[in-house]
C-alpha cells in the first residue's frame, strides 16, 4: 500500500469549486452512489438470469463496483456540457446505470446488456445508444484516446477557432497501466502541456486472476512525473485521514502503509473479531492502543476507507487536476474491487457473480422491492433533482452532418514519364494542399518518417504543428523547412505506430469532439502497419475517418531486407470493416483514388482509406493506352470500383492475369511474351481487392439471405471479364502472399494459381528478389501455362 504522493489537497471553501464541500459525503450523492452500484450489479444478474442464453453471458460486478465513486463524484459533481470522458472497459455498466438515472437511456436498455441490440458488453460510441464520446473496449487504447482528442483539440483551436476549454478525462483500471502504448503515447512530446486531460486510476490492485504483487504505485507515479504530469492521490478516505492525525494515528498509517497488497486485500473477507484479530496481529502496540475501544463494526468501516470511495476525497482531486493548466493530470483512486458486495477484495472476484439470496440483500439494503428495483427516483427527491439537473446539461446532444469541401476528381500534379507511387503521392498531396477550402482542412502525421514516405514538400509548404512557434531546427539553405508553429499541418510523432493510429482515429472524429471537420492522412511503413494493428481497428470501431499510406511496401523495397518488406498486410486491409485498401501501380490512379477518398472522409457512411504504396518508378505509358481506349470518366469509374482492363487479348488460347501494384510491368512483359507461346492474354490492373470482394461478397449475401439464384447479377468483376475469359484459366500475382488474391479464382471457378510472397524476404535487388519469389517475366510465363495445363484431363 506504500506510495509516495500526498492526497488530495482541501478544496478551498473560498472558491465556487469549494462550496457545497464538507467533511462528511453530500448524502444525496450518497444516495445515488448505493443507487448506480445496485442498477450497475442488477444489470449484469439480470443478463446471466436470462433464460434466451445458451453460454455464459459475463459482466464484471466487481470491476464496476470499484469505479462506482469515481464515476458518481465525476458525473454529479465535476463535469460540463462540453467534456468527454472516457470509461473504464469493465465499469460499463455504471456508466449505463448513470446515463439512466440521468434520462439519457431507456429503461428497456436496462435488461438488455450484452443483448443483440442491446447495450455492449463495452462502451461503444458507435453502437451503445448512450455512449457519444469514446469506445473503451481495448484495453489501454480507451486509457489514453482522450489525450488524444485533447492534442487534436489544441490543433483545431489554433488553426480554426477558440474551442471551449473541454476536458478531457479517461477512467482506467490500475492493470490497463501494464499496456505499453499507454506509455507511449504520455511520453510522446507532441501531447506535452495539455492541461485539460484527467487521466482516473481506479487503483484497486487486481488484475483478472489475483491480487497484483507489488503493484508498485510509487514507480507508477513517478512515470508519469518524468513524463510532465501532474500527480495526485487519493488514498485514503476522510475519516481514516482523521484517525491518522489523532495522537498515535503515525503508527496507524504506517501499519497500513507498509502492508503487502496481499494482506491487505485478504482483510475484506472479515468481519468482526477475527478481522481484529488478523489486523491486530502484524501492529504494534501504538495501533492496538488507539483502535482498542472501536467497535469491530467501525473498525472493518475504517480500514476500507479508501479514497477511491470517499466522494469529497475525490471531489478535491478533480478539482485539484483543474487547477493545473499547463501539463495533464493523473489521479491513482485507491479503491476496493468489489466495493460495497459481499465479494468486495476477494483474488477471484473478477468474473464472480452474485448469487440470488446476495442480490435479495442487496436489493433491500438500498431500500427497493422487486416492483420497483428498475425504477428513477423521483423527480420531487433531491436525488431526483440532481440526476434531471444532470440530464439536461451533461447529457449528449445530436451531431449535425459533416459538411463537404470542394474536391476536385485529380489534383492536377504532373504524373507522366516515370514515376513511383510514393513519389506522385508526395506531389498529388502538395497540389490538394493548394485548394482552396480543401487544402486548410488536410493534415498530416507520421511516427518520424515523414521525409522517407515523401511528405518533405508538404511539410516546406504547410509547416509542421506546434502549439508555440518553435526555433528552426535546420539551417538555412536546406531543403527542408523544419519549423514548428500553430499554423503547421503536419504533426509528428515519436517511432511509435500505435500512437499514429490513435492520433488519426481522433483526428478523424474532429467533428464530432471539436465541431470543426479535418481531413487527417497518416505516413507510415507499410510492413509497420502491423505493429499498430491494435490502435488501427480501435479507430475504426470508434467511427473515425482517415487516409493511411503504407509505403513502401513488398519485397519491391529490395535492399532494405525482411523487417522493413511487408507481405500481409493487403489481407489484413481486406479483412478490416471501414477502411477501403487500395493499391494502384500508377501515378494518375493514386491520384483519382485519393481525391475519392478524401471526399467520402465527409460523406454519409463514407470509410477511411488505405494505400499500399510503393518507391519503384514505373512508366505511366501502358496507362495513358488505357484512357484512350476507356476515356478519363470511365476509366476513373473502373480504377475507384477496384479494376480495369489494362491489357486487351489477341489471339488464342485464353489466360487472365490479375495483379496489383509495382508487379505490373512483369506481367505486362509476360503478356507479350506468352503470344509468342500462342497463349492470349488479358491483364487486369486490379486497384482495390477491397473493392472487388466486397462487390462480390454482397452479392451472394443477397442471394443467400432472399435465397434468390445470383444468376443475372453484375458485379465490378462481371464487368471485368467477357463470358470466355470466365472459363480461362486465371494467373494471379501480387507483392505480397499468395493468398491474398486467390480467391479470384472463385467467382467464376475458374482454374487458378497464385504467384506472390509466402516467406520472409531479404536484402537483394529487385531482379534477385522477384526471382526468388517466381515474379520474373519468364517465370510468370511458366505459372500460365501451368494454369493452362491444369483444367486438362
Not at 242 to 269: K, V
Not at 686 to 711: F, Q
Amino acid at each position: 500500500m506504500s506510495s509516495m504522493v500526498s492526497s488530495a489537497a482541501q478544496p478551498d471553501p473560498a472558491s465556487p469549486y469549494g462550496e457545497g464541500l464538507s467533511t462528511a459525503a453530500d448524502p444525496t450523492l450518497r444516495e445515488i452512489e448505493r443507487r448506480v452500484l445496485w442498477l450497475a450489479t442488477r444489470m449484469i444478474d439480470h443478463a446471466n438470469a436470462r433464460q434466451d442464453v445458451e453460454l455464459k453471458v459475463g459482466g464484471h460486478q466487481a470491476s464496476s463496483a470499484s469505479a462506482v465513486s469515481i464515476m458518481t463524484a465525476l458525473w454529479f459533481s465535476h463535469l460540463r456540457s462540453e467534456d468527454k470522458v472516457a470509461v473504464k472497459p469493465h465499469a460499463s455498466p455504471v456508466y449505463h446505470a448513470i446515463k439512466y438515472l440521468t434520462g439519457e437511456l431507456d429503461r428497456r436498455y436496462l435488461t438488455e446488456l450484452r443483448a443483440m441490440n442491446g447495450l455492449q458488453a463495452y462502451p461503444s460510441r458507435t453502437k451503445d445508444p448512450d455512449v457519444e464520446d469514446f469506445s473503451t473496449g481495448s484495453v489501454g487504447l480507451g486509457a489514453v484516446a482522450p489525450l488524444f482528442a485533447a492534442g487534436v483539440g489544441r490543433y483545431v483551436s489554433s488553426h480554426f477557432h477558440s474551442t471551449p476549454r473541454r476536458r478531457f478525462v479517461a477512467i482506467v483500471g490500475d492493470a490497463e497501466l501494464d499496456e505499453g502504448n499507454v506509455w507511449e503515447a504520455i511520453s510522446d512530446s507532441s501531447l506535452s502541456g495539455l492541461g485539460n486531460v484527467m487521466l482516473i486510476v481506479d487503483f484497486n490492485r487486481q488484475s483478472l486472476d489475483r491480487v497484483v504483487p507489488g503493484m508498485q504505485a510509487r514507480k507508477l507515479q513517478s512515470f508519469f512525473t518524468e513524463a510532465g504530469w501532474h500527480v495526485v492521490e487519493a488514498k485514503y478516505g476522510r475519516q481514516l485521514q482523521g484517525w491518522f492525525g489523532r495522537p498515535g494515528g503515525e503508527h496507524l498509517r504506517r501499519r497500513i502503509d507498509e502492508m503487502s497488497n496481499e494482506e491487505y486485500q485478504s482483510l475484506f473477507a472479515y468481519d468482526g473479531e477475527v478481522l481484529r484479530e488478523r489486523f491486530f496481529a502484524g501492529s504494534s502496540p501504538q495501533v492496538r492502543k488507539l483502535l482498542g475501544d472501536t467497535s469491530d463494526d467501525d473498525l472493518a468501516s475504517l480500514l476500507r476507507d479508501l479514497g477511491g470511495h470517499d466522494l469529497d476525497e475525490l471531489i478535491a482531486a478533480y478539482r485539484e487536476c483543474d487547477s493545473v493548466s499547463d501539463r495533464p493530470s493523473v489521479v491513482f483512486a485507491y479503491t476496493i474491487k468489489g466495493w460495497g458486495l459481499p465479494i468486495a477484495g476477494d483474488p477471484l472476484n473478477h468474473s464472480a457473480l452474485l448469487t440470488s439470496d446476495q442480490i435479495a440483500a442487496l436489493r433491500r439494503e438500498v431500500g427497493l422491492t422487486e416492483e420497483d428495483e428498475w425504477d428513477r427516483f423521483d423527480l420531487g427527491s433531491d436525488a431526483g433533482k440532481l440526476c434531471e439537473s444532470i440530464g439536461r446539461t451533461v447529457n449528449n446532444t445530436p451531431v449535425p452532418p459533416r459538411p463537404t469541401f470542394p474536391q476536385p476528381a485529380a489534383s492536377g500534379a504532373p504524373l507522366s514519364g516515370t514515376v513511383s507511387t510514393q513519389e506522385a503521392f508526395g506531389r498529388i498531396l502538395v497540389r490538394l494542399g493548394r485548394v482552396e477550402g480543401l487544402g486548410d482542412r488536410i493534415v498530416t502525421a507520421s511516427p518520424d518518417v515523414a521525409i522517407s514516405t515523401n511528405l518533405g514538400a508538404w511539410i516546406n509548404d504547410k509547416g509542421v504543428f506546434a502549439p508555440t512557434a518553435l526555433p528552426r531546427s535546420l539551417d538555412e539553405g536546406r531543403l527542408l523547412r523544419w519549423e514548428p508553429g500553430p499554423s503547421g499541418q503536419h504533426i509528428e510523432l515519436g517511432i511509435s505506430e500505435m500512437n499514429l493510429f490513435l492520433l488519426l482515429g481522433q483526428l478523424g472524429l474532429s467533428h464530432e469532439h471539436h465541431g470543426e471537420t479535418l481531413l487527417p492522412i497518416g505516413t507510415v511503413y507499410d510492413p509497420f502497419v502491423l505493429r499498430g494493428l491494435d490502435a488501427l481497428i480501435y479507430a475504426l470501431y470508434n467511427g473515425g475517418r482517415f487516409v493511411v499510406v503504407g509505403t513502401p511496401s513488398g519485397i519491391t523495397l529490395a535492399p532494405e531486407g525482411g523487417a522493413h518488406q511487408s507481405t500481409i498486410t493487403p489481407s489484413v486491409a481486406l479483412e478490416l470493416p471501414g477502411i477501403v485498401a487500395y493499391e494502384p501501380c500508377y501515378a494518375l490512379a493514386l491520384d483519382w483514388i485519393l481525391c475519392r477518398g478524401l471526399a467520402a472522409l465527409t460523406d454519409e457512411g463514407g470509410e477511411s482509406l488505405y494505400c499500399r504504396l510503393s518507391t519503384r518508378v514505373v512508366d505511366q505509358a501502358p496507362f495513358e493506352e488505357a484512357r484512350t481506349r476507356y476515356g478519363d470518366m470511365s476509366l476513373q469509374d473502373a480504377v475507384i470500383e477496384g479494376g480495369y482492363r489494362l491489357r486487351e487479348p489477341g489471339h488464342g488460347q485464353r489466360v487472365v492475369m490479375f495483379a496489383s501494384g509495382p508487379v505490373i510491368p512483369e506481367v505486362l512483359e509476360a503478356a507479350t511474351l506468352l503470344e509468342d507461346e500462342g497463349v492470349s492474354a488479358t491483364v487486369i490492373d486490379v486497384t482495390s481487392l477491397d473493392r472487388l470482394y466486397r462487390e462480390w461478397k454482397g452479392m451472394l449475401d443477397r442471394a443467400t439471405r432472399h435465397a434468390i439464384h445470383p444468376a443475372g447479377s453484375v458485379t465490378h468483376l462481371h464487368k471485368l471479364l467477357t463470358g470466355i475469359e470466365r472459363r480461362a484459366p486465371l494467373l494471379t500475382v501480387h507483392d505480397a502472399a499468395s493468398h491474398s488474391m486467390a480467391w479470384l479464382g472463385s467467382v467464376f471457378g475458374q482454374t487458378t494459381v497464385s504467384i506472390g510472397v509466402d516467406t520472409f524476404g531479404e536484402s537483394g535487388t529487385i531482379p534477385e528478389l522477384y526471382s526468388k519469389h517466381g515474379m520474373l517475366p519468364e517465370q510468370i510465363v511458366n505459372a500460365a501455362l501451368v494454369s493452362t495445363s491444369l483444367g486438362e484431363d
